[in-house]
């Protein structure tokens, strides 16, 4: 029989191949965004939990999640710097090094101990995650924990890695989806109104039409009524 560790681990990739296929499912940005913020929640063992992405070499507030709550948000593209419920030091070093930081207590130990947010928070786990594709970074997922320290273990962390990187590659997708959607629904309403146009161009053709032709009929019936008189003169 399996040992507890064991067992344990199997649930979680159980469990990581569910989450990874629920994601893999949304099609619009939005869903997908709350989806995994639910899912990390559940998985993770965070309290709050930050998808942060990257424009312009600046880094923005996707998407976050409250466990406390249970409510998302999708917020729209807030500066890190703007926010007070989340580290900025922490995730500036991870975007500088492309490293993991994983921190067991932040409040009591580490290199960031003595960084502004945290002494004012005394946060105890804190994990700041970059999210790759090809050597570049496309994200990056903060979490914490101010309940308890070391909650977020290498299994969690490996669990974590792949739910990211699955959940940005349909992001990827999804935007793509969303813009031809978009895309598709701006043309149909550019042959829409093309068509009102030809339509519009056909009525007045006709108007135009018959307004020529009753000039001929009245023209023909002058001509008549000037032959009549031509022949009685």
Same mark, same amino acid.
């Given at each position: 029989?399996?040992? +507890?560790? &064991?067992? @344990?681990?199997? =649930?979680?990739?159980?469990? *990581?191949?569910?989450?990874?296929? !629920? %994601?893999?499912?949304?099609?619009?940005?939005?869903?997908?965004?709350?989806?995994?913020?639910?899912?990390?929640?559940?998985?993770?063992?965070?309290?709050?939990?930050?998808?942060?992405?990257?424009?312009?070499?600046?880094?923005?507030?996707?998407?976050?999640?409250?466990?406390?709550?249970?409510?998302?948000?999708?917020?729209?593209?807030? +500066?890190? &710097?703007? @926010?007070?419920? =989340?580290?900025?030091?922490? *995730?500036?070093?991870?975007?500088? !090094? %492309?490293?993991?930081?994983?921190?067991?207590?932040?409040?009591?130990?580490?290199?960031?101990?003595?960084?502004?947010?945290?002494?004012?928070?005394?946060?105890?786990?804190?994990?700041?995650?970059?999210?790759?594709?090809?050597?570049?970074?496309?994200?990056?997922?903060?979490?914490?924990?101010?309940?308890?320290?070391?909650?977020?273990? +290498?299994?969690?962390?490996?669990?974590?890695?792949?739910?990211?990187?699955?959940?940005?590659?349909?992001?990827?997708?999804?935007?793509?989806?969303?813009?031809?959607?978009?895309?598709?629904?701006?043309?149909?309403?550019?042959?829409?109104?093309?068509?009102?146009?030809?339509?519009?161009?056909?009525?007045?053709?006709?108007?135009?039409?018959?307004?020529?032709?009753?000039?001929?009929?009245?023209?023909?019936?002058?001509?008549?009524?000037?032959?009549?008189?031509?022949?009685?003169?």
């Amino acid at each position: 029989p399996a040992k +507890p560790t &064991e067992l @344990s681990r199997q =649930l979680d990739w159980e469990a *990581i191949l569910k989450a990874s296929q !629920t %994601l893999s499912q949304q099609l619009t940005p939005g869903k997908l965004l709350n989806t995994l913020m639910r899912l990390v929640m559940e998985n993770a063992g965070a309290e709050k939990v930050f998808l942060i992405m990257e424009n312009n070499n600046h880094l923005f507030i996707e998407a976050e999640g409250n466990a406390l709550s249970a409510a998302t948000n999708i917020p729209i593209g807030i +500066p890190i &710097e703007s @926010s007070d419920s =989340l580290c900025a030091g922490i *995730i500036n070093y991870t975007k500088r !090094t %492309l490293e993991t930081v994983a921190l067991a207590d932040a409040g009591q130990n580490g290199i960031f101990i003595d960084d502004p947010y945290v002494t004012l928070n005394k946060p105890k786990s804190i994990l700041c995650m970059p999210v790759l594709k090809q050597a570049k970074l496309i994200a990056i997922l903060y979490l914490e924990n101010n309940l308890s320290s070391d909650v977020f273990t +290498p299994d969690r962390l490996e669990v974590l890695q792949l739910l990211t990187s699955q959940a940005v590659i349909s992001l990827e997708n999804a935007r793509l989806y969303d813009g031809l959607e978009k895309r598709v629904t701006e043309r149909t309403e550019e042959l829409s109104k093309t068509n009102v146009d030809l339509k519009e161009q056909i009525r007045e053709r006709r108007k135009a039409e018959h307004v020529l032709q009753d000039y001929a009929e009245k023209l023909k019936e002058s001509k008549s009524e000037f032959g009549f008189l031509k022949e009685e003169i």
